[in-house]
Structures are given as C-alpha cells and as structure tokens.
C-alpha cells in the first residue's frame, strides 16, 4: 500500500517541481507572459498550490501588472501569514501600486504596505530585502504620514548586523537622499571596501553622476573594471566622458 501510494504521489510532486523550474526559466529568459500563461492554467488545476500562486504573483509582478499581483500576494498572506517572504511580496506590490495612482488613493494604501512589511520584518530577523523596503519606505514617506529619517537608520543599522555591505549601502543611500553628499560618498565607499561588488562600485559612480562629478565617476569606473572587467563598464565611461566640459 506504501509503494502504491508513492507511485500515486510522486508524478504530481515531479510534475510541481518541474512546472516550478520551467517558469523559473522563463523568468530568466524574461518571457513573462508566457510564463504567467504556465502559472495560471496550474493555479486553475491547483488552486490551493501556495507556490503556483507566489510564481503567478511574481509573473504579475514583472509586468508590472500590480492589481493582479496583489491579489494573488493576498492569497498568500491570508493562508499563511506567518511567512514573512508573503508579506514582504505582499507589501511591495502594494507600494509599486501605490506609486502609480493619485497622491490620495496613495495615502490608502501607505498603511497596508508599512503593516505588510513591518509584519514581515518581525517574523523574519534576518529578511535583509524588508529591511531594504523599510529603509526606502521611512525615507521617502513625508513626515505627516510616518516618513522617518530616524526610523530608516534604525532598519540600516539593522542590515548591518545582518551584512555589512547592504548596511553601508543603506547609509549610503539614506544620506544622499537627506542631501548629505559626504556621509553619503563615506558609506559608498565603505561598501565597495568590504564588499567590492559591481552593485557597490555602481552606487557611487551613480552617486557621482547626479553630484555632477564627473571626474570622480570615471575614476570609479577605471577601479570597478581593473577589478571586475566588464565591458558595460567601458560603455558608462564614455557616456560620462561625453559630460565633461
């Protein structure tokens, strides 16, 4: 009876795992229609597969499709809402949507989003990606409806328990956008000294760029390919180089 039932079980688990891996392709390819095709027709066959409908979220989601993205998240969260990846997913098509309507509708929806990923952030001490959301979310915020300098470094200086890097980053990012040009250049260049990513390299060359120091951007780019060779590189220098006087 044991045999009979894995023999009965184990062509439905290989044909969810491979429906998982053939839209992860897709993703990669960025065929993201199709693979919103793929995922909806196994929700329709399977529509309590918790991972069918995170994948047919995520299709939504890259197209930017945000209505339909949070109505599959929704699903998650209210399922299983201790699972802090849901609501951190949940939360950020909330705020993508809230990014493309109306200043008021925005304002209806800033409360779920923050609840999304504040409830995400408590279920999960180490979910480095919420803490990102949180940062960006505090800083951009007015103050009048919970925008937070103070409360931004807080989840920053939580990333840097969790990775230096990503907390240097964060810093970074929190004082360029306070108009704090010379802490925010430090931290960059903390990040590119502990972790020397091409992403670390990318945030101080773009930093330089808007401070309209092109000089200082080019200089950045010859060091992010001594170390890492890569010919995108080399196309940014000559777009930079075109802006100096």
């Given amino acids: 009876m044991k045999k009979f039932l894995f023999l009965l079980l184990f062509p439905l688990f290989g044909f969810s795992q491979s429906m998982v891996i053939e839209i992860n392709q897709l993703f990669q390819q960025k065929q993201f229609v199709k693979a919103e095709q793929k995922a909806s027709e196994y929700v329709k066959q399977n529509p309590n597969n918790l991972k069918a409908i995170e994948l047919l979220g995520d299709a939504y989601g890259h197209q930017k499709k945000w209505d339909e993205a949070i109505a599959q998240y929704k699903k998650l969260v209210v399922a ?3 699972n802090a990846n849901y609501q951190y ?5 909330l705020g993508m949507k809230a990014l493309e309507v109306n200043k008021f509708k925005a304002l209806g929806i800033i409360g779920d989003v923050k609840e999304a990923f504040l409830k995400a952030a408590e279920l999960d001490p180490e979910h ?11 800083m951009q915020l007015p103050g009048i409806i919970g925008g937070s300098k103070k409360k931004s470094l807080k989840y920053a200086n939580e990333l840097e328990q969790l990775s230096k890097v990503d907390g240097y980053l964060a810093k970074g990012y929190i004082y360029e956008y306070d108009d704090e040009p010379k802490l925010a250049e ?15 390299y990318m945030r101080l060359i773009d ?3 808007k401070q309209e120091s092109y000089e200082l951007a080019i200089k950045t780019i010859d060091e992010a390919y001594d170390a890492h060779k890569d010919k995108n590189l080399l196309t940014r220098k000559a777009e930079l180089e075109s802006k100096l006087p």
């Fill in 186 to 200: 430090t931290y960059y260049k903390k990040a590119i000294v502990v972790g020397g990513s091409i992403n670390c």
């Fill in 128 to 138: 480095i990606d919420t803490r990102w959301a949180l940062v960006e979310l505090y």
């Fill in 207 to 209: 930093f330089y760029e």
């Fill in 89 to 93: 997913k949940y939360g950020g098509a």
């Fill in 80 to 82: 299983k809402a201790t």
